[in-house]
């Protein structure tokens, strides 16, 4: 007897089974050989023994395959004993030792196209079916391998390292990584300088938004602007409240200046800015009194959303259990001693102005202490005491550095810069690699921003290249609209009249709702246990407007935004080419090729090359692959 | 528990660019006639922290001496001119904040009631108490992030994953069963308050084109390939669960467009152009189109945002309730125009109240705060729960700056709203977990639980639940 092999095996045993052999778990084969486990047919007809009488026999060609992650491949299947040839397909999960939904083996069409998972499921083999229609208890099985995609390219690697380090790959900064490396790269981010702001002639904070478009869209130093913009969203001010532009640049300027510094140095550059000051009510806080207490607006917040967080977390960033659920990081008591301790801030005296107990507004230099409202009485917080009789600046200073030892910092820290650079869920042994770095090691520095975005980015599972099932962020829709102009070598132009769209977008540049900026880092996917921050502005509605004002970049390239198409241009007659440029530019090579059959197809009926590029990259843009940065 | 979704996705996807269209058909065949008992509870959340100390003022005369003794210079009246003075049946007078001029008049009527001293609590709690530790309290009182998340989650932490508004819908989803549309609908943006165990939420913001762009293309072949490119470009499973979720939510979004613009929802009320006024229109114009929607119970959340008065409060504060009220009061003439005015119950929630000594010219976060309710069904000119003392350092001060302990549970609050949208009293507890721990779960403003509540039509085994 020649040997066979496993497949074949199986293959004779579940091919082409007759109706009349199918019977009831447990039961054998007409030729009495003990069917495998997993192939046995479900309870269903044959239920207690009794043999289905039918003579419609069913085949699927092929009967075995192997098909590639995320890749499809066609089966068909004869009908033969009945005049009605049609059948119903599906995907069979049993055997695979599954616990999750079928999706994850994959899907099959009612033609027959199976397309494949992107991920590798538990065991590598998906059984299919064809059920007749004329006889729904005859049908036959095929049994596909799974077989893992080809290894990430280099490209690939690039452009993920991109997404997270910038505000999207360009050609240019594609072909940069990837001939000096992504190490070479970053230092050469973190040497080249800084964007400067340049403060709009008539101070309006319009100018301003608009300009920070188009400095996303095109500044040089990238990784900067990146840092500081995800910086922006965890020490928040608005220009809600920052009407004028002249009072949001010294805050701008403080997160530019010290995205690669120590947040030490950011936070306390931050609690005496005049725009912080503003924003959360420091300015012009004056010890109890006469006229009320201190306030409490800026030490709650930068307690909760700057530095500590709620809740006590171990150095992986989950929540410390106590006796009781999670522990509490401080209560009212502590923002009452923090709200003492940071009395006395009144805005700087404007240049020929006398110098009063508080202040007028003034936005051109940090703010000025006044001791007569401070309180000097000794304060006790977090485990840490202010002597009576500190200055303004000492009690100041000591609240920061209180923070900075404070063992939620690193975590919490760690927790928010990989969410906003790099994955919603990042599983806590990156989050402690990261905050081991923040909170000092290689360094023996706490608070080394350059060395935690390092730490970031070079992380294995930032680096993971083939992607994980929870793996990566829902683009906003700053990112998602930088990402598809950089992609296509355009920008935001300096001078566009786009920034009402992102209010619609729900992300106000520079204007988020509150000082929780556009969405809560807490907030998750409807319906799932996943973290999905940016979710929170994806509801339908703006999903739409968001689709629309991708549409708006591609098709009206020139006055507000730019993009260059005539790499496009040689692909307009060939649609397998187009949709290959396409996939390349914008997903980075990952298309599953049941999308570019469809895209290659609504490509295809344009009347001309324009519109048939634009339909490839318009629909490409409006997928969920464009929309994740995974 | 995403059946809700997964019902509208298979229309759309298993029937192409027709499916639409045969939905729209199926709900409109359904629901020819009115559907019976239509009821809607529309939340206007004031976001930041509403000062409702000036929102409602008591003038009798000892309490009146405490209020201006303990809110200093913000005390009313002040620049913003005199305010506007309403009667209780029992004769007790109170002042409204000049700024709610448009629906004064239907305290009179008999339309619109007020809730006082409203907050989230654990347990009932005594200023002692609170000041000796010694009964639990909600966690991270004063915070705004955690307090508009009790709020609208109706749990004293923030353990909350869904919101009550869309747990009472859950309970009285089954009255929708004909109807995909989605059962509590945000009018500005995500709102943990309409996200459910069973329902799920969309989000309509108001006046917004949603139909794709890009589709006016010749010829007309080119166009229709790219629509069904965009709903094909759906439906494949990346195994990859952000991409899934985010094709689900596109998916939606055509539905809801479809719907949405695929029904003639005019409505002749004129209503003031601020963003609530736009909000509450937009609900007003789903109401309307609930013949074609097929619903019976629908959950809205509208919010309007810088109650966060810490500084320059008395214009700002008077210029927000103006626009509350004149939003509010332009809805309720919507609901009138669209006969359902017994129908529809708005009320107010926020963080949380305002300390009553000021803080330089504001207020600082708070407590316990007053809340509006007005409507057909409402049984108003009348002022529910316990009107505090406004002494400082007095026996409802959590502290010594006026941070209001609450006299009333949010639960409770909630609690009356939702037996009034059919929520029976054995199924309040699935909706406010908590609602055994304080005095009534119907606080009569809206005429007894008896008066809302349906005894049959529940489902019998409920899956709501807290996550």
Known sequence: ?630 | MRQHRISRRQLIEGLGGTALLSFLGRVNLLAQAEPPEYKALVCIFMSGGNDSHNMVVPLSAAPFVAYKAARGSLALPDNNGPMLSVETPEGTPFGLNPGLSAIHPLWSQGRLAVLANAGMLVQPVTRAQFLASAVPVPTNLFSHSDQIQQMQSGVPSTGGGTGWGARAADVVQDLNAASSFPTTVSVSGPALFCNGAVVQSASLFPGFNLDPAGLSLWPQSAADARRLGMQQILQFDSGLELIQSANDVRRDALALNQLLTGSSATITTPFPGTSLGNQLLQVAKVIKLRASTGMRRQVFFCSLGGFDTHGSQSWQHWNLLRQVSESMSAFYNATIEMGVADRVTTFTMSDFGRTLQPSGSGSDHGWGSHQLILGGAVQGGRLYGQFPDLALGGPDDAGSRGALIPTTAIDQYGATLAQWLGVGADQVEAVFPNIGRFGSADLGFMGGAAAGTRASGRPSSLRTRLR
């Open chain 1, 1 to 630: 007897m020649r040997p066979v092999t496993l497949a074949a095996l199986l293959s004779a045993l579940c091919l082409a089974i007759p109706a009349q052999a199918q019977r009831a778990p447990g039961a054998v084969t007409s030729n009495g050989t003990p069917k495998p486990p997993g192939m046995q047919s479900p309870t269903r007809g044959g239920v207690g023994g009794a043999a289905i009488k039918t003579s419609v026999r069913i085949t699927i060609s092929p009967s075995t395959a192997s098909v590639t992650l995320n890749q499809s491949r066609l089966f068909a299947a004869t009908v033969s004993g009945t005049a009605n040839a049609a059948v119903t397909w599906a995907v069979h999960a049993f055997g695979n030792g599954l616990t999750s939904e079928p999706s994850a083996v994959g899907s099959i069409s009612t033609t027959g196209l199976y397309s494949a998972p992107a991920v590798m499921p538990p065991a590598a083999t998906v059984t299919i079916r064809a059920t007749s229609v004329a006889d729904p208890s005859a049908f036959a099985q095929a049994v596909i391998t799974l077989t893992p995609s080809a290894p990430p390219s280099a490209a690939l690697s690039a452009a993920r390292f991109l997404e997270q380090s910038s505000f999207g790959p360009t050609p240019a900064s594609l072909a940069r990584v990837q001939q000096i490396g992504i190490q070479t790269y970053l230092a050469e981010q973190f040497a080249i300088a800084e964007t400067v702001i340049p403060p709009p002639g008539n101070n309006s904070m319009g100018d301003l938004r608009r300009w920070m478009l188009h400095n996303y869209s095109t500044a040089s130093d990238q990784l900067r602007q990146r840092v500081a913009y995800a910086l922006s969203q965890i020490v928040v001010t608005s220009g809600n409240k920052l009407v004028y532009a002249n009072e949001s640049i010294p805050w701008l300027r403080i997160l530019s200046q010290q995205a690669f510094g120590n947040y030490r140095d950011l936070l306390r550059d931050v609690s005496m800015s005049p725009s912080m000051g503003k924003y959360l009510d420091l300015a012009n806080s004056v010890k109890p009194g006469a006229s009320g207490g201190a306030n409490e607006n800026y030490p709650r917040e930068l307690m909760q959303l700057f530095s500590i967080g709620l809740w006590e977390l171990n150095q992986d960033g989950t929540p410390v259990s106590g006796p009781t659920g999670p522990i509490p990081t401080y209560d009212q008591t502590t923002v009452q001693q923090v709200a003492l301790a940071l009395t006395g801030w009144t805005y700087a005296t404007a240049p020929g102005a006398t110098p009063r107990a508080t202040n007028w507004e003034y936005f051109e230099a940090p703010m000025e202490t006044r001791p007569g409202n401070h309180s000097t009485v000794e304060k006790n917080f977090l485990g840490c005491t202010l002597p009576a009789g500190q200055s303004v600046q000492q009690d100041l200073d000591g609240v920061i550095d209180c923070l900075m030892r404070h063992k939620n910092m690193a975590p919490f820290m760690a927790t928010r810069l990989i969410r906003s650079l790099v994955t919603s869920n990042p599983s806590p042994a990156y989050v402690k690699r990261v905050a081991d770095v923040f909170a000092g090691a290689g360094t023996g520095v706490r608070g080394d921003l350059r060395a935690t975005v390092t730490a970031i980015l070079l992380d294995p599972e930032a680096r993971q290249d083939a992607a994980s099932v929870t793996q990566g962020r829902l683009k906003e829709p700053i990112l998602q609209s930088t990402n598809l102009l950089r992609a296509l070598n355009g920008s935001f132009s300096s001078t566009h009249g786009l920034t009402y769209l992102f209010d619609y977008m729900a992300q106000s540049v520079l204007a988020p709702p509150s000082v929780f900026s556009w969405f809560s880092p807490l907030y998750r996917v409807p319906g799932k246990p996943l973290f999905g921050p940016e979710f929170q502005i994806y509801s339908p509605t703006e999903s739409a407007l968001r689709g629309n004002f991708l549409y708006t970049l591609l098709s009206s390239s020139g006055g507000d935004s730019v993009v260059d198409l005539s790499p496009f241009q040689p692909y307009g007659n060939d649609m397998p080419a187009l949709v290959e440029a396409t996939n390349r530019v914008l997903l980075h090579g990952r298309m599953p090729a049941a999308l570019k059959q469809v895209i290659a197809t609504a490509a295809a009926a344009g009347y001309d090359a324009t519109t048939r590029i634009q339909t490839a990259l318009y629909l490409t843009a409006l997928t969920g692959q464009f929309a994740v940065q995974y």
